[in-house]
């Protein structure tokens, strides 16, 4: 094999991976599962002030 020929090759596997990675990626049965991942973060905010909320109010003896 000469380094042509490698090298041919090689392009064919990256381009076949990568086309794998976006159709995984973008595939429509994990939509949900990315779409929860993304709203992590915001999740997490909304835990924090409900809990800052219910501190301040024992504080006050509410």
């Known amino acids: ?3 042509n020929t490698l090298r041919g090759l090689s392009t064919i596997f990256v381009a076949i991976a990568f086309f794998g990675v976006c159709w995984w990626a973008f ?3 994990r939509k949900k599962k990315f779409d929860d991942a993304a709203n992590l973060p915001f999740a997490d905010e909304e835990q924090s ?3 800052a909320r ?3 109010e024992q504080d006050r003896g509410e």
């Open 1 to 3: 094999m000469d380094i």
């Open 27 to 29: 595939s429509p049965k």
């Open 49 to 51: 002030q409900s809990s």
């Open 54 to 56: 219910r501190d301040d």
